[in-house]
C-alpha cells in the first residue's frame, strides 16, 4: 500500500534514557499532515516524552526526528526556526506571568518573526476573540484562572501560525469545570485541518476527535489505529487492561 | 581611660563621617563591579559546557572558601610582585579588585539560584515557541528571576558593608580605619564602640529598607 498523505514529522528507532533508566526504547512512526493523533497509555510510560521528543525538548539518546524532511535531531540544524513550525501546548499552561495577556500572544513573533507590532497585536485581538479572552487583553496573565491559562496558551502558540501542534495533556491540571471549555477549542483547531498531536487522558475526548490513536507502554508503542480499533477492539491485552481501568 | 565615647564622637564626628563613606564607597563599588562579574560568571556557570561550568565552581568555591583577608593580603603584597603588567595598579587598587573578586563570587551564586529558581515551564514555552535562547533569557528568565535577584543583592550590600573593614587592614580610609586614625590620638577603646554603633545602625536601616523591597516586590505576584 503506497501512502500518498505529506509526512509531516518522522521518527526513526527513537531511544531515549534518564540516566540509566530507558523511557523510550526505539519508537518508530509518521504524523500525517492533516492528521489529529492521540496518545495514550499508563503514566510513566513515555507518552510526554515521546511527544516532547518532536520539537527536542527532549534530546533523543538515540534515533532521528525529521520536520517535514529535515532532521531536527542533526546537530547542525537551525531548531529555533522549525519550532516556530511546531506548536505546543503543556500541562502547566506556562503563561508568561510577568507579560500581559496581548504581550505572551506578540512577544515571540516580534523577536523572532520581525512581525510588526501594531500587525502582531491586531492578529493577537482576533485569536483572542476565538477564545473569549478578548477583554483580558490588557490584564497580566497570572491573574487568569487555569482554563483562561490554557486557551491563552493555545493562541499564544498559535500566533506562530504552526502547521503541527503539540498537547502535552493539555487538561490534565485544570479543574473540571474547565475542562470543556479548553477541550473545544482544541477540537475546533482540529476540525479546522490543524495536524494535531494530543497526549492526553480524556479517553471520550480521544475516541471522539482523532484519526488515529496511539497507545504507548514500557516505552514502545504497544498498539495503535482507529479510535474504533483501538477502544473497541483492542488487539493488545495491555491495550485492554488500561482501557478496562480508566473507561 | 580618658574622655568618654560621646565627647570624643563631638570631638571627631568628621572623622567618622568620612570613614562611612568610605565605606559606603568601597561597599558600592565592590558590589556594582562584583554584579557585573558576577553575572558574567553566573551565565558561564548555567552554561552547556562542562569545562567552562568546572571553571567556574573553581573560581566561586576558591573566593568563597576563603577568607577575604587572606585574598587581600594575596593582593596587596603577592600580586604586585607576581604580575609585573598589573604594577600600574595601586596597593589601593589591588585592595579593592579583591573586594570586587570576592563579592563577585557571592554575586553570581545570587544570579544563578535567582535564575535556576524560575519555573524551567518558562524556558519550554519559550523555547518551544521558537524564541532563541538569548531572547528566552532576557524577556522572560531574567525579568522573573530580578525579583528573587535585587532583595539578595541588597542583603550582598549590606554584608558588603561588613566586610570592607578589613579592607582598614591595608590602610583604605574606611570606617575601621577612623581606629587607626584615632589610636595615634591615644583614643583606644572610645571609636571602637562609635564605629559599632554606626555599623549597626547602618546595617539595620539598609535591612528594613530590604524588607519594604521585598514586601513590594511580592505584591505584584
Same mark, same amino acid.
Not at chain 2, 54 to 73: A, D, K
Given at each position: 500500500?503506497?501512502?500518498?498523505?505529506?509526512?509531516?514529522?518522522?521518527?526513526?528507532?527513537?531511544? %531515549?534514557?534518564?540516566?540509566?533508566?530507558?523511557?523510550?526504547?526505539?519508537?518508530?512512526?509518521?504524523?500525517?499532515?492533516?492528521?489529529?493523533?492521540?496518545?495514550?497509555?499508563?503514566?510513566?510510560?513515555?507518552?510526554?516524552?515521546?511527544?516532547?521528543?518532536?520539537?527536542?525538548?527532549?534530546?533523543?539518546? $538515540?534515533?532521528?526526528?525529521?520536520? $517535514?524532511?529535515?532532521?531536527?535531531?542533526?546537530?547542525?540544524?537551525?531548531?529555533?526556526?522549525?519550532?516556530? $513550525?511546531?506548536?505546543?501546548?503543556?500541562?502547566?499552561?506556562?503563561?508568561?506571568?510577568?507579560?500581559?495577556?496581548?504581550?505572551?500572544?506578540?512577544?515571540?513573533?516580534?523577536?523572532?518573526?520581525?512581525?510588526? $507590532?501594531?500587525?502582531?497585536?491586531?492578529?493577537?485581538?482576533?485569536?483572542?476573540?476565538?477564545?473569549?479572552?478578548?477583554?483580558?487583553? %490588557?490584564?497580566?496573565?497570572?491573574?487568569?484562572?487555569?482554563?483562561?491559562?490554557?486557551?491563552?496558551?493555545?493562541?499564544?502558540?498559535?500566533?506562530?501560525?504552526?502547521?503541527?501542534?503539540?498537547?502535552?495533556?493539555?487538561?490534565?491540571?485544570?479543574?473540571?469545570?474547565?475542562?470543556?471549555?479548553?477541550?473545544?477549542?482544541?477540537?475546533?483547531?482540529?476540525?479546522?485541518?490543524?495536524?494535531?498531536?494530543?497526549?492526553?487522558?480524556?479517553?471520550?475526548?480521544? %475516541?471522539?476527535?482523532?484519526?488515529?490513536?496511539?497507545?504507548?507502554?514500557?516505552?514502545?508503542?504497544?498498539?495503535?489505529?482507529?479510535?474504533?480499533?483501538?477502544?473497541?477492539?483492542?488487539?493488545?491485552?495491555?491495550?485492554?487492561?488500561?482501557?478496562?481501568?480508566?473507561? | 581611660?580618658?574622655?568618654?565615647?560621646?565627647?570624643?564622637?563631638?570631638?571627631?564626628?568628621?572623622?567618622?563621617?568620612?570613614?562611612?563613606?568610605?565605606?559606603?564607597?568601597?561597599?558600592?563599588?565592590?558590589?556594582?563591579?562584583?554584579?557585573?562579574?558576577?553575572?558574567?560568571?553566573?551565565?558561564?556557570?548555567?552554561?552547556?559546557?562542562?569545562?567552562?561550568?568546572?571553571?567556574?565552581?573553581?573560581?566561586?568555591?576558591?573566593?568563597?572558601?576563603?577568607?577575604?583577608?587572606?585574598?587581600?593580603?594575596?593582593?596587596?603584597?603577592?600580586?604586585?610582585?607576581?604580575?609585573?603588567?598589573?604594577?600600574?595598579?595601586?596597593?589601593?587598587?589591588?585592595?579593592?579588585?579583591?573586594?570586587?573578586?570576592?563579592?563577585?563570587?557571592?554575586?553570581?551564586?545570587?544570579?544563578?539560584?535567582?535564575?535556576?529558581?524560575?519555573?524551567?515551564?518558562?524556558?519550554?514555552?519559550?523555547?518551544?515557541?521558537?524564541?532563541?535562547?538569548?531572547?528566552?533569557?532576557?524577556?522572560?528568565?531574567?525579568?522573573?528571576?530580578?525579583?528573587?535577584?535585587?532583595?539578595?543583592?541588597?542583603?550582598?550590600?549590606?554584608?558588603?558593608?561588613?566586610?570592607?573593614?578589613?579592607?582598614?587592614?591595608?590602610?583604605?580610609?574606611?570606617?575601621?580605619?577612623?581606629?587607626?586614625?584615632?589610636?595615634?590620638?591615644?583614643?583606644?577603646?572610645?571609636?571602637?564602640?562609635?564605629?559599632?554603633?554606626?555599623?549597626?545602625?547602618?546595617?539595620?536601616?539598609?535591612?528594613?529598607?530590604?524588607?519594604?523591597?521585598?514586601?513590594?516586590?511580592?505584591?505584584?505576584?
Amino acid at each position: 500500500m503506497t501512502d500518498k498523505r505529506e509526512v509531516i514529522i518522522e521518527v526513526v528507532d527513537l531511544h %531515549k534514557y534518564f540516566g540509566k533508566l530507558e523511557v523510550l526504547k526505539g519508537i518508530n512512526e509518521k504524523i500525517y499532515k492533516g492528521e489529529v493523533v492521540s496518545i495514550i497509555g499508563p503514566s510513566g510510560g513515555g507518552k510526554s516524552t515521546f511527544l516532547r521528543c518532536l520539537n527536542l525538548l527532549e534530546e533523543p539518546t $538515540k534515533g532521528k526526528v525529521f520536520f $517535514k524532511g529535515e532532521e531536527l535531531s542533526a546537530k547542525d540544524t537551525n531548531l529555533d526556526k522549525h519550532r516556530q $513550525k511546531i506548536g505546543m501546548v503543556f500541562q502547566q499552561f506556562n503563561v508568561f506571568p510577568h507579560l500581559t495577556v496581548l504581550d505572551n500572544i506578540t512577544i515571540t513573533p516580534i523577536l523572532e518573526k520581525k512581525v510588526p $507590532k501594531a500587525e502582531a497585536e491586531a492578529q493577537a485581538m482576533k485569536l483572542l476573540k476565538t477564545v473569549g479572552l478578548e477583554d483580558k487583553a %490588557k490584564e497580566y496573565s497570572r491573574k487568569l484562572s487555569g482554563g483562561q491559562k490554557q486557551r491563552l496558551a493555545i493562541v499564544r502558540a498559535m500566533a506562530m501560525e504552526p502547521e503541527v501542534m503539540l498537547f502535552d495533556e493539555p487538561t490534565s491540571a485544570l479543574d473540571p469545570e474547565m475542562v470543556k471549555g479548553v477541550l473545544e477549542v482544541i477540537e475546533r483547531l482540529t476540525e479546522s485541518g490543524m495536524t494535531c498531536i494530543i497526549v492526553t487522558h480524556e479517553m471520550g475526548f480521544a %475516541k471522539k476527535a482523532s484519526d488515529r490513536v496511539i497507545y504507548i507502554d514500557g516505552g514502545v508503542i504497544a498498539e495503535e489505529g482507529t479510535p474504533e480499533e483501538v477502544f473497541d477492539h483492542p488487539k493488545n491485552p495491555r491495550t485492554a487492561a488500561f482501557l478496562s481501568q480508566v473507561l | 581611660m580618658g574622655p568618654g565615647v560621646i565627647e570624643v564622637f563631638l570631638q571627631y564626628w568628621p572623622m567618622f563621617l568620612n570613614g562611612l563613606l568610605g565605606t559606603l564607597k568601597y561597599a558600592a563599588i565592590a558590589v556594582f563591579f562584583g554584579s557585573v562579574l558576577g553575572a558574567l560568571v553566573a551565565m558561564c556557570s548555567l552554561s552547556k559546557n562542562k569545562i567552562i561550568r568546572f571553571i567556574c565552581s573553581v573560581y566561586v568555591n576558591v573566593l568563597r572558601g576563603t577568607p577575604l583577608l587572606v585574598q587581600m593580603y594575596i593582593a596587596y603584597f603577592f600580586v604586585p610582585l607576581a604580575f609585573e603588567s598589573l604594577s600600574f595598579l595601586a596597593k589601593e587598587q589591588c585592595v579593592i579588585l579583591s573586594l570586587i573578586l570576592n563579592s563577585s563570587a557571592y554575586v553570581s551564586e545570587i544570579f544563578r539560584s535567582g535564575i535556576n529558581a524560575v519555573d524551567k515551564g518558562q524556558t519550554e514555552a519559550a523555547r518551544s515557541l521558537g524564541m532563541t535562547s538569548v531572547h528566552c533569557m532576557q524577556k522572560i528568565i531574567l525579568p522573573q528571576a530580578i525579583k528573587n535577584i535585587l532583595p539578595a543583592l541588597a542583603n550582598e550590600y549590606i554584608a558588603m558593608i561588613k566586610e570592607t573593614s578589613l579592607a582598614g587592614t591595608f590602610m583604605l580610609y574606611e570606617l575601621m580605619y577612623t581606629r587607626t586614625l584615632l589610636a595615634n590620638k591615644f583614643l583606644t577603646w572610645q571609636p571602637l564602640f562609635i564605629i559599632a554603633a554606626i555599623y549597626l545602625l547602618c546595617t539595620m536601616v539598609l535591612s528594613k529598607l530590604v524588607g519594604m523591597m521585598e514586601k513590594r516586590l511580592s505584591v505584584s505576584d
